[in-house]
């Protein structure tokens, strides 16, 4: 993102300040419950960023957004080098990322962030084109897990998918076609976790970089799964095999 950024919402907002991010100033409605304003001036202060209160007309260039009368203005969340994590992960034994191709809808990537983090990920890799980035709507929905988890922009998408391949990792992408069950696949290990876009799911080129391409059952005439809802199936799969846990908890 080339200009500064806004992050809205009380819980994005006050991790945005736990986690150290460049927060300015913060505006909070006229009428906000004295509870949560005590709490968050709290936090603000130990930073050092300002908080005012504003009239309610101020907030609605933020009417898109469910704000709930809070918004931090920030410097540009940066963007994790993605060269830099692939050169970290080399010499691995495990590593968990996750790949978003194309995912236009920011909803969706900040609920799969907030997910990939909740699940041990290490990394998210987008494609620098075509695809929602780090969008207010986007780190709202991630609950202010952007500022924690890496998150890295690949200018070809195959081509970064066929450098982790030669890094030695595991491709494992979701699909309604895919030829197994996504219980069945062994998540341990280097791997990283490919979600298709809304629609179109995986692109062709990159499907056929990827090692293994899983299914999730359907029942009731469902077609496909919401993307976050699959990636946030695989990553617990993943942390169930992982961790060892049983299956169902």
């Given at each position: ?8 919402g ?60 809070v ?21 691995k034994?495990?590593?968990?990322w996750?790949?978003?191709?194309g ?9 799969i ?15 620098k ?19 924690y ?68 059952p ?23 095999q ?8």
């Open positions: 993102m080339e200009e500064g950024t806004t992050v809205v009380r819980r994005a907002v006050l991790e945005a300040l736990d986690a150290g991010a460049a927060v300015h100033k913060i505006w909070v409605q006229e009428g906000t419950s004295p509870a949560f304003l005590e709490v968050l001036k709290a936090k603000a202060r130990a930073r050092g960023v300002p908080v005012s209160v504003v009239p309610r007309a101020r907030f609605q260039p933020f009417g898109a957004f469910r704000h709930q009368g918004v931090a203005f920030l410097s540009p969340i940066p963007y994790a080098d993605a060269e830099a994590l692939l050169a970290g992960a080399e010499g034994a495990a590593a968990l996750v790949v978003l191709d995912l236009e809808d920011p909803h969706n990537v900040g609920a962030i907030r997910t990939a983090a909740a699940a041990g990920a290490e990394a998210v890799i987008l494609p084109h075509q695809s929602a980035g780090l969008t207010p709507a986007a780190v709202k929905a991630s609950a202010g897990a952007v500022f988890l890496p998150v890295a922009r690949a200018t070809n998408l195959v081509r970064f998918a066929e450098r982790m391949k030669a890094a030695g990792f595991w491709l494992i992408g979701a699909s309604p076609d895919g030829g197994t069950d996504w219980r069945a696949a062994d998540y341990r290990g280097k791997v990283a976790l490919v979600i298709g876009g809304e629609g179109r799911g995986l692109r062709p080129l990159l499907r056929r970089r990827l090692d293994v391409v899983v299914r999730l359907m029942k009731g005439g469902v077609a496909s799964l919401n993307a976050s809802v699959a990636a946030a199936l695989l990553l617990y799969e993943a942390y169930r992982r961790e060892g846990a049983p299956w169902p908890p």
